[in-house]
């Protein structure tokens, strides 16, 4: 969309000493004025500004700057910065190979279907052709809203700070060490000496077993607990509500609460939760609609600070998954089946 082959072959033939310098200055006026006329369009595009409203609302300021001004604006300093934001994210939508968000859709493939075989809503008599097509009436036929990991984590780690919901987190020793009786064992370092009760206590740190579980053997229990913590502070253990990275996090979030043995304190932590995904299926009930998309994931913000007092953004450079507190990940409306036939082949 923003190539400028006459420009191009100006440029080439100034370069090649050929060309006239007004001649290249035309051309590049020309390209300038249409590649501005193009990034308008594409900053008033309803799906282009709902896509940018699921990656960072802030850009829609320069979205709107760039439709208010129209086409034909004074490219000044400010201008040209937000013509290339559109053109940063407008290539990035049309190269990126990516199912969340406005990427594009999964699509999945059932694999080895004998003949007559039930696999996905395309199986049928001809299942054990070489490759069976079926495609839908739509381009999609789910969209879903799913909370990231972190911001689970993050209320998980909320919840934590109240002693009476942390001693229901399963403690669980780091995977690359192991107890073997009054040794724990660590790669490339000699053994490390145990007392009976820290042997005690991390034989039971498995990652399933909650803490008040672990220390209930011990004659104090109360003081396991501030040795889980010393554990934790030595980084042997882990000891938070052990959510796994992907969508079954949040039904094991919402497992950890189930298990929380004091029913006050489970009933609050539930209700936060509640409230957390409220707010997620407000943003998902938004779906094509950029204004209340917008709204929506505010919304979804601001309860995320009320519940946990944290920030909804991550910083740059963390692990895994994106900086907003959810996403959108969409399903093909397209059934394909790869047959035995070709398989056998």
């Not at 008033?44 to 439709?67: C, K």
């Not at 300093?77 to 859709?105: L, M, S």
Request: charged share 25%; net charge neutral; hydrophobic share 50%.
């Amino acid at each position: 969309m923003f190539a400028a082959p006459e420009a191009a072959g100006a440029a080439d033939e100034l370069l090649a000493g050929r060309g006239a310098v007004e001649v290249f200055d035309e051309a590049l006026a020309g390209a300038v004025a249409a590649g501005a006329e193009r990034i308008w369009r594409i900053a008033a595009d309803p799906l282009f500004r709902e896509a940018v409203t699921w990656q960072n609302p802030g850009v829609l300021v320069a979205l709107d700057g760039i439709v208010a001004g129209g086409p034909r604006a004074v490219r000044n300093v400010r201008r040209r910065d937000r013509e290339r934001a559109v053109v940063r994210y407008w290539q990035r939508y049309c190269a990126k190979n990516e199912t969340i968000g406005f990427f594009g859709p999964v699509c999945w493939v059932g694999v080895g279907a004998a003949p007559g075989a039930e696999v996905g809503a395309g199986a049928g008599p001809d299942a054990g052709r070489a490759v069976q097509v079926r495609v839908g009436p739509g381009l999609l036929r789910e969209r879903r809203v799913f909370l990231e990991g972190w911001a689970l984590a993050a209320y998980a780690d909320h919840l934590a700070a109240d002693p009476r919901v942390r001693c229901w987190w399963p403690p669980m020793l780091l995977p690359q060490l192991s107890v073997r009786g009054r040794s724990l064992l660590r790669p490339l370092q000699p053994p490390l000496p145990l007392s009976a009760v820290e042997a005690q206590v991390l034989a039971r740190c498995d990652g399933r077993t909650a803490a008040v579980e672990v220390v209930a053997g011990l004659d104090r229990p109360q003081d396991g607990y501030l040795l889980l913590e010393r554990l934790v502070e030595r980084e042997l253990i882990t000891w938070d509500a052990a959510l796994p990275v992907g969508r079954e996090a949040e039904e094991v979030l919402r497992t950890r609460i189930a298990g929380i043995g004091d029913l006050d304190v489970r009933r609050e932590a539930a209700a936060g939760l509640a409230r957390l995904c409220a707010a997620r299926e407000a943003v998902a009930a938004a779906a094509g609609d950029a204004v209340a998309l917008r709204g929506a994931l505010a919304g979804l913000d601001a309860e995320f600070t009320a519940l946990t007092g944290g920030v909804p953004r991550r910083r740059d450079g963390q692990m895994y998954a994106g900086r907003t507190l959810c996403y959108e990940d969409t399903a093909r409306d397209l059934d394909v089946t790869v047959g035995t036939v070709l398989l056998d082949e």
